[in-house]
C-alpha cells in the first residue's frame, strides 16, 4: 500500500467533510485512505452498498468492474438505479449518481468483465473486493491477489443469508485495549494469529488507565484451501454445534456446488450438503429441513437489507486494515438474517 | 422478474401484499434514517413516513448519504424524502418538527401506523416514542450506534422488555467546585470556559440580581461549604459582571483586563484559599498565574497578521499563541455582539469555538494540564458523538431485517404463538472489542422487567375528551369517575408527569374543584393515578393516563375511559414500593441549584418550551443490561464521555 506517500497531510476542507470519522481512527488513517487504490467487482447490491460507504468515507480511488445489465429486479435491491434503467449497462446508469457522493473520490467504471482483463491489471490494486462471484471465479480472482500479494475480499448472499471471505495473506495488526487483570502473552492466540509484541501504556489524561498495544500477525489461507479443509472440529463443543446456524453448512454446501453457476436443485443441495456437514463436523441432523428448503428457494436472491449488514461490516474492515486500526476479519463470516446470528470462523 | 421479485422470493406472495398495505412511522432522518429509509423502500413498504427536526450540517455528509453539499442548511426529513424518490416505490411523507411536540404530533396521529422505527440521537426522544409505543401498544424498532459500536432492539409493548427496562447511562456530571476551582482533566477547563465563561460574556443574560438566595429564601448551594472559597465565588461572579460590561462596550483596549482578571487576579485568590491546596486528601495541584509579561507582549500583537499556525487546528498551539488567539477572537466576538446582541455557543461558529479552545487552554496551563488543539477540543466542548457510515448501514440493516419478524412477515421463520421472546436483539460485538469470533451478539428478547415504571409497574390508556369537556369536567369528578370504573378509592393521588405537580392526594383536596383545563391539564398531559394500599396490603396497580383531546368532536360531552383492567396487586415492602411506583415528586418552584453542571445542554433546544417531554419518573431500576453498552447516539448532541 501506498503508505509512505508524502503529501499526506489533510485540508482543512477535508478535516471538516470527515471530521466524525476522523476522530474514530484519526487523521493518519484517514490520510492512509486517501491514497488507497481500491477495485470492486460487480455492482449488484452488496456492490452498491460498499461503494456508498467507501466513497462517503472518503477512499483516495475506486474501480468498478462490471459488465452487466439491468434488469427490473435490480430496481428492488440497487438503489443507484431508476426505473428508466433497465436494459442499460448497470454502470453506465448509475455513475453520476456515484460521483455525486463525493466529488474527492477519483473513480473509474470499466464496462469490461474482469476474466477478460490481463493478469497484470490487477497490480495496480492496493486491494480488491469481489461481489456476487461464482466459486471458480473465486478461484481465479484469488489466484491473482495471491500473485500480486493484494488482500482480497470476496461476499455474497442468498436471500437472508450471506457470507464473506477474506484473504489478507499475511497481516500485522495493532489493537489497543484496555489490561486485563492478567497482560496479555506474546505467542500463537489461535489457529491463524500469533502475537508478536505487546506493549503497556498510561492514559494521558487519566494515569490510572493502563492500556495495552498488541501487535498481531494474521495468517491467511486461500479461497480454495478454506472450502476444501474448512472444519470445526475440535473447535466446537456440541452445544456450540446444535446452536450453529444450518446456514453454514448450507453456505460451504452451496459453494461446493456452484462452480460456475447459481444454478442448483433441491437434490443437488441436499446431496452436497451431506459432504458439507461432514466436512466441517456438523451433525446432519441439527440441520433444519426448512432451512434447507428456504435456502434452496433464495439461493442468488438479493435482499437490500442483508446487503446493508454485509456491505457494512466489508466496508468498516477494508477501513480498519488501511488505517492499521484493528484486528481485521480472519477469515470468513456467515450471516444468519433470521436470527442476525453473525458468527466470525478461522478456517 | 419483476421489480418486487427478490422481496417476494423471501416472504411469498401472501406477506407481500401485508408489506405493501404497511404504514411505517420513521423518527429521525440522520445517519441511521437515511440507511433506513433507503432499505424499507426497497423492502417495498407501502407507505412511510418521516419526522425530523434538523437541517443538514456539512460534518454529516461523510455518512448520511441521501444529501449532498448544496443540501446543507435544508431541512433533513424533505431533502431525504427528495432524494430517494428515483428508486422508490412507496408513498414517501416527510414532517419538519418534533416528535416530542404534542400539538404537531398528538397520540392519535401516532395510531395511524403499524411500526414505529426510531433513529433518533438523543435520550429523551427515546424515552418519549418508547412510552407512546407502551401507551398504543404499538411495535417499536429501537437502535442507534456511536462509533463503532450500535444496536438495535426490537420492543413489543408488554411482550418483551422496554426501552426502560434496562438502565441507561446518563450524561457525565463534574461538580461545580472542580470547575470553577480545582480543574485536573482538559475538560474541566472546557467546561469553565464553555458554560460559565462564554455564557457571562456573550449570552444574552440578566445579571442574576439575587445571586445569593434562592427564591424560597434558602441559602443558595455553593458546591462547597468552605466559607472563604464561597466568599471567592460571590466575588468572582460579581466581577464577571464587570467584564460583561467590558464586553458590552466593546472596547479593544480593555481586553487586557479581561486577561488580568480571569488568568492572573482570580487564579491568585484562589492560592489564597489554603485548605485547597494544604488538604493532602484532595490531591490538588497549585495553580500558576499568567505572567504579565506575556499577557503585555500579546496584547501589543494583537493588531497584527495571523500567525500560520492559527490555521492548523490539529496541531496544539503554545500558551503565547494561546493568549494571542484570545485576545484576538475577543475582539472578534465583541464587534459581533454590537448587531448579534446575544452569542450563543456553537461547535459549528468557529469564532465562538476559538475563545472557548483558547480560554480553556490557557487555564490548563494554568493548572498544568495538557492543552489541546482545537480539532480535540471541539470534541469535547461540542459534546461530538463519532458517526460513521459502515455502523449505520449495519444497524439500520438489522433493524429493518428484523422488523419483518417483528411483523411476523418472515414465511419461513414464523413466530410461534406469538412468542416474541424468540426474537433477537442485536449489537455489534468485534468492532466493539468484546468479541473476535463474533461479529454481532444476539440475544433473545427477555421478557419486560417487573420493576421497569414504564411498562411493567403501570397500566397504560388514553383518556379521550372533547374540548368543552376539559373545561367542565373537575378533578373531583375525574376521580370518582376513576374510582366507579376500576375500583380505585377516592383517596387516590393524581399528579400531572409533565412536572410533576401534584393535583390531589388522599390530604390534598384543594384543587377538587378545579376543572382539568383549569389546572393546565392539556393534549398530551399525562396523568399518574396511584392508590393508597387496603387493610390487606393489596394496592391497586398505578395507572398513566394519557389525555387526548377530541377538538373536532361533535360531542360536547364526550369523555371516554379506556377499555382496561386494572388489577389489585401485593404490596411487597413499603420501601420497595416507594422505589419503584411513584415518580419523584418536585415542588413547583423550579430551583437554583447549581451543585453540578450537566453537560447535556445542547439538547434543550429541542424541545417546545410549553410541551415538554413526558417525565422520566424513576430510574432506579437495577436490572442493569451490560450488554447494552451504553445509549448510543448517531449525532452529535448529547455528550458522553467515557
Ligand atoms: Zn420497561
Keep these: 500500500m501506498n503508505q509512505d506517500n508524502k503529501n499526506s497531510t489533510l485540508s482543512a476542507d477535508e478535516i471538516a467533510l470527515y471530521d466524525r470519522q476522523i476522530r474514530l481512527w484519526g487523521m493518519a488513517a484517514q490520510a492512509r485512505m486517501r491514497h488507497a487504490k481500491v477495485l470492486l467487482i460487480n455492482l449488484g447490491s452488496i456492490g452498491t452498498e460498499i461503494t456508498k460507504n467507501i466513497v462517503l468515507s472518503g477512499i483516495g480511488s475506486l474501480t468498478i468492474l462490471d459488465d452487466h445489465e439491468v434488469e427490473e429486479n435490480n430496481l428492488g435491491t440497487q438503489f443507484f438505479l431508476d426505473s428508466e434503467s433497465v436494459g442499460k449497462l448497470r454502470l453506465d446508469v448509475t455513475q453520476a449518481r456515484i460521483k455525486d457522493l463525493n466529488p474527492r473520490v477519483k473513480l473509474e467504471f470499466d464496462t469490461a468483465n474482469f476474466k477478460n482483463k490481463d493478469e497484470k491489471y490487477f497490480k495496480q490494486f492496493d486491494l480488491v473486493i469481489g461481489t456476487e462471484l461464482t466459486t471458480n471465479e473465486i478461484f481465479y480472482i484469488n489466484s491473482i491477489t495471491r500473485n500480486f500479494n493484494i488482500p482480497l475480499y470476496v461476499c455474497g448472499s442468498n436471500g437472508l443469508f450471506a457470507y464473506i471471505f477474506v484473504d489478507l495473506i499475511k497481516f500485522e495488526s495493532v489493537d489497543e485495549k484496555l489490561k486485563g487483570t492478567r497482560p496479555t502473552e506474546v505467542g500463537k492466540s489461535s489457529n491463524n494469529k500469533e502475537i508478536v509484541d505487546v506493549v503497556m501504556y498510561t492514559d494521558e489524561d487519566d494515569d490510572k488507565k493502563i492500556y495495552e498495544k498488541i501487535k498481531t500477525v494474521h495468517n491467511y489461507k486461500m479461497f480454495r484451501d478454506v472450502l476444501a479443509t474448512a472444519t470445526l472440529k475440535g473447535k466446537l463443543n456440541r452445544r456450540q454445534l446444535k446452536r450453529i446456524s444450518s446456514a453454514v453448512p448450507l453456505t460451504f454446501a452451496a459453494l461446493n456446488i456452484a462452480k460456475d453457476t447459481c ?32 435456502f434452496s428457494n433464495q439461493l442468488g436472491v438479493e435482499f437490500a437489507p442483508v446487503a446493508a449488514v454485509i456491505g457494512g461490516a466489508v466496508s468498516q474492515d477494508l477501513i480498519n486494515i488501511l488505517g492499521k486500526r484493528t484486528s481485521p476479519i480472519n477469515n470468513f463470516i456467515i450471516f444468519d438474517g433470521t436470527t442476525l446470528d453473525m458468527p466470525i470462523f478461522e478456517f | 422478474m419483476g421489480r418486487h421479485a427478490n422481496v417476494i422470493k423471501i416472504v411469498g406472495e401472501e406477506n407481500f401484499q401485508k408489506i405493501r398495505t404497511s404504514k411505517i412511522l420513521l423518527i429521525g432522518a440522520g445517519g441511521i434514517g437515511s440507511e433506513l429509509l433507503k432499505d424499507l423502500i426497497l423492502i417495498s413498504f407501502g407507505e412511510i413516513h418521516l419526522v425530523d427536526l434538523d437541517t443538514i450540517d456539512l460534518s454529516n455528509l461523510n455518512r448520511q448519504f441521501l444529501f449532498r453539499h448544496n443540501d446543507i442548511k435544508k431541512a433533513k426529513s424533505d431533502t431525504a424524502i427528495k432524494a430517494v424518490s428515483h428508486f422508490s416505490d412507496s408513498k414517501l411523507v416527510s414532517f419538519f418538527g418534533n416528535i416530542m411536540n404534542t400539538e404537531q404530533f398528538p397520540i392519535h396521529w401516532f395510531s395511524n401506523y403499524d411500526i414505529i422505527f426510531n433513529a433518533l440521537d438523543n ?166 498565574p499568567i505572567s504579565r509579561k506575556i499577557i503585555n507582549q500579546m496584547t501589543t500583537k494583537k493588531d497584527e497578521q495571523d500567525p500560520p499556525i492559527f490555521k492548523q487546528l490539529d496541531k496544539t498551539w503554545s500558551i503565547d499563541e494561546q493568549i494571542l488567539k484570545f485576545i484576538k477572537i475577543t475582539q472578534t466576538l465583541m464587534n459581533r455582539l454590537q448587531t448579534e446582541k446575544s452569542i450563543e455557543f456553537d461547535k459549528d461558529d468557529n469564532d465562538t469555538l476559538e475563545f472557548v479552545v483558547t480560554a480553556a487552554n490557557i487555564r490548563s496551563y494554568i493548572f498544568g494540564i495538557q492543552m489541546k488543539s482545537i480539532f480535540d477540543s471541539k470534541q469535547l466542548a461540542g459534546n461530538i458523538i463519532p458517526a460513521i457510515a459502515t455502523t449505520n448501514a449495519i444497524i439500520a440493516g438489522l433493524s429493518s431485517l428484523s422488523s419483518l419478524r417483528v411483523l411476523n412477515l418472515l414465511k419461513y421463520a414464523e413466530l410461534k404463538d406469538g412468542k416474541f421472546t424468540d426474537l433477537n436483539m442485536a449489537f455489534t460485538s468485534k468492532a466493539s472489542n468484546f468479541s473476535q469470533d463474533r461479529y454481532l451478539t444476539n440475544p433473545k428478547l427477555a421478557t419486560p422487567s417487573c420493576k421497569c415504571s414504564v411498562c411493567s409497574m403501570v397500566v397504560r390508556g388514553i383518556l379521550k375528551v372533547s374540548t368543552e369537556k376539559l373545561k367542565t369536567l373537575k378533578l373531583i369528578d375525574l376521580i370518582t369517575l376513576l374510582s366507579k370504573t376500576y375500583g380505585y378509592t377516592l383517596s387516590i393521588s393524581v399528579i400531572d408527569t409533565k412536572d410533576q405537580r401534584l393535583l390531589a392526594d388522599f390530604d390534598f383536596d384543594d384543587l377538587y374543584e378545579k376543572s382539568l383545563h383549569d389546572l393546565q391539564i392539556s393534549d398530551g398531559s399525562i396523568l399518574f393515578i396511584s392508590d393508597e394500599e387496603d387493610e390487606n396490603d393489596m394496592v391497586r396497580k398505578s395507572m398513566e393516563l394519557y389525555i387526548d383531546v377530541d377538538k373536532d368532536s361533535t360531542a360536547t360531552n364526550l369523555i371516554e375511559l379506556p377499555k382496561i383492567d386494572v388489577p389489585l396487586i401485593t404490596v411487597v415492602t413499603e420501601a420497595s414500593k416507594e422505589d419503584i411506583t411513584k415518580p419523584e415528586i418536585t415542588k413547583l418552584t423550579t430551583s437554583g441549584d447549581e451543585a453540578i453542571v450537566i453537560l447535556d445542554d445542547t439538547e434543550e433546544p429541542h424541545h417546545v418550551d410549553n410541551k415538554r417531554p413526558i417525565s422520566e419518573s424513576d430510574d432506579k431500576n437495577d436490572s442493569v443490561h451490560k450488554k447494552v453498552k451504553k445509549v448510543a447516539d448517531d449525532d452529535d448532541d448529547v455528550i458522553e464521555l467515557d
Aim: hydrophobic share 30%; charged share 25%.
Design chain 1, 263 to 294: 444454478e442448483i436443485s433441491l437434490s443437488q443441495l441436499q446431496e452436497t450438503l451431506e459432504k458439507a456437514t461432514d466436512q466441517l463436523g456438523v451433525p446432519i441432523e441439527n440441520v433444519n429441513k426448512d432451512y434447507i428448503q428456504q
Design chain 2, 123 to 288: 435520550l429523551p426522544a427515546r424515552r418519549y416514542v418508547n412510552k407512546i409505543s407502551q401507551f398504543l401498544g404499538m411495535p417499536l424498532m429501537e437502535s442507534g450506534t456511536s462509533g463503532f459500536d450500535g444496536y438495535i432492539q426490537p420492543i413489543i409493548p408488554s411482550l418483551t422488555e422496554c426501552f426502560d427496562c434496562t438502565k441507561k447511562e446518563t450524561p457525565k456530571t463534574f461538580p461545580v467546585c472542580t470547575i470553577r476551582s480545582t480543574p485536573n482533566q482538559p475538560i474541566h477547563c472546557i467546561v469553565w470556559a464553555k458554560n460559565f465563561l462564554f455564557n457571562q460574556l456573550f449570552t444574552n443574560q440578566q445579571t442574576e440580581n439575587s445571586d445569593n438566595e434562592k427564591s424560597d429564601g434558602s441559602e443558595k448551594d455553593w458546591g462547597t461549604t468552605d466559607e472563604k472559597e464561597i466568599e471567592r465565588i460571590k466575588q468572582e461572579t460579581s466581577e464577571l459582571v464587570d467584564l460583561q460590561n467590558i464586553v458590552i462596550e466593546n472596547n479593544p483596549n480593555k481586553i487586557i483586563n479581561i486577561l488580568e482578571k480571569l488568568f492572573i487576579n482570580d487564579i491568585e485568590k484562589l492560592l489564597l484559599i489554603e485548605n485547597l491546596w494544604t488538604n493532602t486528601n484532595l490531591n490538588n495541584k497549585k495553580p500558576t
